[in-house]
């Protein structure tokens, strides 16, 4: 089935553009969350008189998230985990402890898109990588520290 996407699909695509997907996915995923349109041909017609405004939107979004990337480089958190001998923490540090203290300091970010570096098993300084955008990652610097 030919759609129109109306929003942007991690693996999919982004807004505006005709994709082929199974009818299925169509059908139970994409249609009823107003995620895409059937691709016939008054909505193409009116993709083409509505391109100017989605570029402007995608333009958009992409300056917020560009602007979200560039105060989550500023801010550095500290993980506070219990240390036994050679300074080797107990368990580890994950994706959800950092989006935790990301959002006590007021930037919403979810687990899924925080990628960690190999495994955090030592107390020291590490960078995971955030990503917010098709086209955007951070990178937040983070401090496991004994507690």
Known sequence: MKLILKEDVPSLGTIGTIVTVKDGYARNYLLPRDLAVPANESNQKQLEHQKRVLAARREKVLGEVKALASKIEKVSVEVAKQVGE??????????????ELLEAKGH???????KMPEDVK????????VRLHSEVTAKLKFWVVSQ
Not at 108 to 114: A, G, L
């Open 86 to 99: 050679d300074e080797r923490i107990f368990g580890s540090v994950t994706a959800a402890e950092l989006a």
């Open 108 to 114: 919403s970010v979810s687990k899924k898109d925080i």
């Open 122 to 129: 030592k107390v020291g300084v590490y960078t995971a990588e």
